[in-house]
């Protein structure tokens, strides 16, 4: 096969280069900017569970990511002898209102008949004691939930193990500060935005937010854009905080202690906004909700205020796998919340896909095929 373009150096693209090249493919990875300069370069880095309830293949599919993704990232250190920031730490819901223990009660059932993977068992405990230095005690009034499956990792570090993992590879090669204003399956080549052409023998999408109008442009009228971006506000502080703090999560508000001191907050949820990369004031309204859960983030030294846009599709799934009118060209974008977790697994498809040696199944909601014919439905 001629060169796997890879389009788009965020956690979609990089993975997606890494896998084609330890199946033995020559790569060619593209990035506007810089490697991260998107969504993937954010702070937060919670790996969140869905809940264990109303077990379905999307949850079944994010559930083996995630306990897969402890051996990926484990190899990843031990090859390049850095650190993704990754921690199995768990993960804290206080339980402010009773009925809220109620549920979390029922999903600790759920999760004994759902969180199995082999021999191994994740765990959803309902509990009344706090961890000592974490939740202020107004925050837990009726208990608090610590499941055994989530974690953490470092976004920003992934990613640069990541590109050094690919750097030690003889079959990539990565060009930053090109910008792809077109796709041209037919031809085998990208246009880029100085006119020059890059030839593939197949292509990978997988920029993000700019994914979307690459697609639309190849999928002829459309009533609504194949998807959209959603803004995130974050911040990173200094904090007195333990780093083995399992993740806190309430209400849209996440609190991930880091490895170096720092403890990111966020992230606000945005369809509409004036800038996409400037923080305001709902930044600093979910700061402020954030030193309530935890008290000892009062008078924390911000380190920095981020914001940035997350991919979301139309039919709000992962939009991922070979497109339906150009078999030269595979879709990997739209993960949203939940990219950190499952781009891996998501690459693995992609790549098994073009290879012809499929190893793994994802959730027909997802595949590129029914994202475009239930966009074509919506036209007619």
Avoid at 17 to 27: E, I, K, N, P
Avoid at 315 to 326: L, Q
Wanted: a neutral charge.
């Amino acid at each position: 096969m001629s060169e796997v373009l890879i389009v788009g150096g965020g956690i979609m693209g990089l993975w997606a280069a890494l896998t084609a090249v330890r199946a033995g493919m020559s790569v060619c990875l593209v990035e506007e900017r810089q490697i991260g300069a998107g969504a993937s370069g954010g702070i937060l880095g919670a790996l969140m569970p869905h809940m264990p309830d109303k077990w379905n293949a999307k949850k079944q599919f994010q559930f083996d990511a995630l306990v897969s993704l402890e051996s990926e990232v484990a190899a990843l250190e031990a090859e390049t002898g850095l650190s993704a920031g990754y921690r199995r730490s768990g993960r804290i819901m206080p339980l402010a209102k009773p009925h809220l223990r109620e549920i979390a009660l029922r999903h600790e059932q759920d999760a004994l008949q759902n969180w199995r993977a082999g021999d191994r068992q994740f765990f959803w405990h309902v509990q009344d004691a706090v961890p000592s230095g974490s939740l202020g005690a107004e925050a837990a009034a009726h208990g608090l939930v610590l499941d055994t499956l989530g974690g953490r990792l470092a976004p920003r570090q992934m990613l640069t193990v990541l590109r050094a993992a690919l750097a030690h590879a003889p079959n990539a090669r990565i060009v930053v500060g090109a910008r792809v204003r077109a796709i041209h399956p037919g031809r085998g080549r990208a246009e880029l935005t100085d006119g020059t052409e890059i030839a593939f023998g197949h292509c990978v999408l997988a920029a993000g937010v700019g994914s979307f109008p690459l697609i639309d442009a190849l999928c002829g009228p459309l009533r609504e854009p194949s998807g959209t971006g959603v803004k995130g506000q974050a911040a990173l502080l200094l904090a007195d905080v333990d780093p083995q703090l399992p993740v806190i999560f309430t209400d849209g508000v996440y609190i991930v202690a880091h490895d170096d001191g720092h403890v990111a907050v966020g992230s606000t949820s945005e369809n509409r906004y004036a800038n996409p990369l400037s923080t305001d004031e709902l930044l600093t309204e979910l700061l402020g909700r954030a030193e309530v859960l935890v008290p000892a983030l009062r008078g924390a030294e911000m380190v920095e205020r981020w914001a940035g846009i997350r991919p979301k599709s139309a039919g709000r799934e992962p939009m991922v796998g070979r497109h339906p009118d150009h078999a030269n060209l595979s879709i990997l974008t739209g993960g949203f919340k939940v990219s950190f977790g499952i781009a891996h697994r998501l690459s693995r498809f992609v790549i098994d896909e073009i290879a012809g040696r499929p190893t793994i199944d994802i959730p027909d909601s997802f595949l590129c095929r029914n994202h475009i014919a239930a966009l074509r439905e919506k036209h007619l």
